[in-house]
């Protein structure tokens, strides 16, 4: 079996897709404005100034990606000679939430709309929370609203260390989140928690339940740690991975990968507290695993930039991943094909903390079935699906049910 590796820039969307506006996303635009906004000297901060640095991106097909996309120039600085594929797709499953973006990536849209809470104070349903208390051996929540994973910290985090009252809140995804501190309340504690949280939530639809562990001591200081969990509802049907471990292939989790698919067709997990640590698991991973698929999720992009409309942020880390590339390419191997995309926008420009409905980049890079990837216009893909069905192709596995092989040779 050849090798492929699957790297997702975690909310790195290329435009607003045609259905946006449905979700209040009809403007936005993750890539675009971030290479705008650098240009205009509205990124600066103490690690970057000035317009986007990301050569090595721009090489791959990035930059035409997103200018495909968007139907018009971006500020990237001269002509590059592009080497890989590259092109956007469509999402078809509904909403913008992360396993549904992930999954179709793999092979399984999802054609309908998880359960999510309304937005407004007291969002859970009184029955939930009242079985939460009793069968999650607690005394009292915290929040109950849809909030900022870090700005309910500052809010709640002090008299969480006070009562102990763990801090439910969620967003506009389909989610169940609860925060408590990692020592005072206890980790282990937490997990259990929020195993039960997901048995609750099961019956109303809603496809996460994440552990937030922080540390600190204030307001002032509390910070969110690596021991994040996420309790994920299975995929409803085979993906991509199943596919693979089928064919006794190895399927590599780096990062949040397991979690999403709820460890169905995983075969080992590896994590980092950070981007650059989880590009050093892939590095490890690449000397050790010649065959099969190392998917990697670069969570930073979303959780600490595009949800906390940090633009500065989140283009330091596209610089920072850009700069690792050269790493990648290095521990490629004739067998290996590399494909970048995203599972959905999160425009740190647009108002709100939420994802955004967007396009993501498709872009190939390195041997696809032997020979190497052309620098070919994939243009518009119709679904997420043609990403996982040509990676099934270049590893020589029966065709997945949905999606269209990508021409990359």
């Not at 469509?90 to 992930?102: A, L, N, W, Y």
């Amino acid at each position: 079996m050849n090798r492929a590796i699957i790297i997702i820039l975690d909310s790195l969307g290329l435009g607003a897709s045609a259905d946006a506006a449905k979700y209040g996303d009809q403007n936005s635009d993750t890539f675009g404005h971030i290479v705008e906004a650098c240009e205009a000297g509205l990124a600066n901060n103490a690690q970057r100034n000035g317009p986007l640095k990301i050569p090595n991106l721009l090489r791959w097909g990035l930059g035409a990606a997103a200018v495909g996309s968007r139907k018009s120039s971006l500020p990237l600085g001269t002509h590059v000679n592009v080497q890989g594929a590259y092109g956007h797709a469509v999402e078809v499953s509904s909403g913008k939430d992360t396993p549904s973006g992930h999954w179709e990536i793999c092979g399984l849209p999802v054609p309908f709309e998880w359960g999510t809470f309304p937005q407004q104070e007291n969002c859970f349903p009184a029955q939930l929370m009242q079985d939460l208390l009793a069968q999650g051996n607690i005394e009292g929540t915290l929040a109950n609203k849809h909030a900022s994973g870090t700005d309910v910290l500052v809010e709640f985090g002090e008299e969480h260390l006070r009562t102990g009252y763990p801090i439910c809140y969620t967003s506009a995804d389909s989610v169940f989140q609860i925060a408590a501190h990692e020592q005072s309340f206890g980790l282990e504690r937490l997990y259990a928690l929020c195993e039960v949280a997901k048995k609750l939530v099961d019956p109303l639809n809603v496809t996460r339940v994440i552990a937030r562990p922080f540390k600190g001591t204030s307001g002032a200081d509390f910070e969110r740690t690596a021991n994040r969990k996420d309790l994920t509802t299975p995929p409803l049907g085979p993906t991509l991975l199943d596919h693979i471990q089928d064919q006794q292939g190895t399927v590599v989790s780096v990062g949040k990968i397991g979690d999403i698919f709820a460890h169905k067709g995983v075969s080992y997990t590896v994590k980092a507290a950070d981007n650059m640590g989880l590009v050093d698991q892939m590095l490890d991973q690449m000397i050790k695993v010649k065959e099969g698929l190392i998917f990697v999720n670069l969570v930073d992009f979303d959780s600490k930039y595009g949800h906390r409309r940090n633009v500065a942020g989140y283009a330091n880390a596209l610089e920072e991943f850009d700069a690792r590339l050269p790493e990648i390419e290095a521990k490629l191997e004739p067998q290996d094909l590399v494909l970048l995309s995203a599972d959905h926008g999160c425009d740190p420009t647009w108002p709100g903390s939420h994802h955004t409905r967007e396009h993501v980049p498709v872009v190939f890079y390195g041997h696809y079935c032997g020979a190497p990837v052309q620098a070919y216009n994939l243009g518009e893909r119709a679904t997420f699906a043609d990403m996982g069905q040509t990676v099934a192709h270049h590893l020589g596995l029966v065709p997945l049910e949905h999606g269209t092989v990508c021409k990359l040779t």
